[in-house]
């Protein structure tokens, strides 16, 4: 058993796994010995912290908090499901037998101290039994079991994160496929607004000329038609600026070059793209209470099914 550089690592952190991380992941490591194979499988899917559940059995029970130590070192949410298994050798008896080689060496070694002293006392039975190597014992001391332990959670840890990597670029590229349909649906909207704030300042305009006529009831003052006009041209004023939306527009395009930036980057993103769906969905109920087109109430409803497609697979990264 290669077993000496695994001792090393017992408290160590594996290298940081590059890219975005899901949450989902699998790994499955065998470890061979004279004793028998140590299996250890983990399984993990997204949760809001790190969850670790062990299943082992009794015998290997001294070595979880080992495990947990690493599996917190190097996972930083996700729930965890870890399984440690012992597989005994069948094919090699459980009781101890006699290495006949060191058996021989032995005996050849009392017949020469023999000759050369004929009245030595010759070895007792239980003296060859407690003469190291007489015996093969295929049982692990307990540093080899707990190097072979840590060899095992540092392999598994390495093989749960390069699945979970794979999975995390997976989802980096749906995601980013998600902000650009976005995008596509804010750019097509955008230039259309200077019409929509038009149309509506006409309608408002017009609205309130027919009530000016009805007040005046044909007999219009001048003086009195300037002011109202100027009231009007006010109000009209007001109302745009209530419903313009170029700075909403402005804070999407930002959270969505954000966005796009930190799926690029490294490390747990999980959190910050929560925080920024968040974001979203604020602007796009803002985009859709100002609306001042059918157009605009579609896009926001196109933007509000997006960001929580988006949201839902947020939730699998690390």
Same mark, same amino acid.
């Given at each position: ?12 952190? /594996? ?21 028998? /194979? ?25 070595? @979880?908090?080992? &495990? ?12 965890? @499901?870890?399984?440690?298994?012992? *597989? ?24 020469? *101290? ?10 007792? *039975? ?30 598994? &840890? ?31 909207? #955008? ?30 003052? #001048? ?20 419903? !313009?939306?170029?700075? @909403?527009? !402005? ?10 930036? &930190? ?5 747990? *993103? ?8 968040? #974001? ?11 609306? /001042? ?13 997006? &960001? ?11």
């Amino acid at each position: 058993m290669t077993q000496s550089a695994s001792a090393r690592a017992s408290h160590a952190r /594996t290298d940081p796994a590059h890219g975005i991380q899901s949450m989902t992941g699998f790994s499955s490591v065998s470890l061979p010995s004279r004793a028998g /194979t140590l299996v250890l499988e983990l399984r993990s899917v997204n949760s809001r912290f790190l969850d670790i559940q062990m299943r082992m059995p009794d015998e290997l029970r001294p070595f @979880e908090s080992l &495990i947990r130590e690493q599996l917190g070192a190097n996972l930083q949410r996700g729930k965890v @499901e870890c399984r440690v298994a012992w *597989v005994k050798d069948g094919t090699r008896s459980s009781a101890p037998r006699l290495h006949a080689d060191v058996l021989a060496q032995l005996a050849s070694l009392q017949a020469a *101290v023999r000759q050369a002293m004929p009245d030595a006392e010759g070895l007792r *039975v239980a003296d060859v039994l407690n003469w190291p190597g007489v015996l093969e014992d295929n049982s692990l001391d307990a540093d080899e079991l707990r190097a072979l332990m840590a060899n095992a959670v540092e392999q598994g &840890i390495a093989a749960l994160q390069a699945s979970r990597l794979r999975e995390g670029e997976r989802l980096a590229g749906v995601l980013a496929d998600k902000v650009r349909a976005m995008q596509t649906v804010l750019a097509t909207l #955008e230039p259309q607004l200077p019409v929509f704030l038009k149309t509506q300042a006409d309608k408002i305009t017009a609205r309130l000329q027919e009530s000016l006529g009805r007040a005046l009831n044909g007999n219009p003052l #001048e003086s009195a038609l300037t002011d109202l006009q100027d009231r009007i041209r006010q109000e009209v004023g007001i109302h745009q600026v209530r419903v !313009d939306v170029t700075e @909403e527009f !402005d804070r999407l395009k930002t959270h969505f070059s954000e966005i796009l930036r &930190i799926l690029t980057s490294k490390g747990p *993103v999980g959190k910050r793209l929560d925080f920024l769906t968040q #974001e979203l969905n604020r602007e796009a109920n803002t985009l859709g209470s100002k609306s /001042t087109a059918i157009e605009q109430t579609q896009t926001s409803i196109e933007l509000k099914v997006l &960001i929580e497609q988006l949201r839902e697979q947020v939730q699998n990264l690390e």
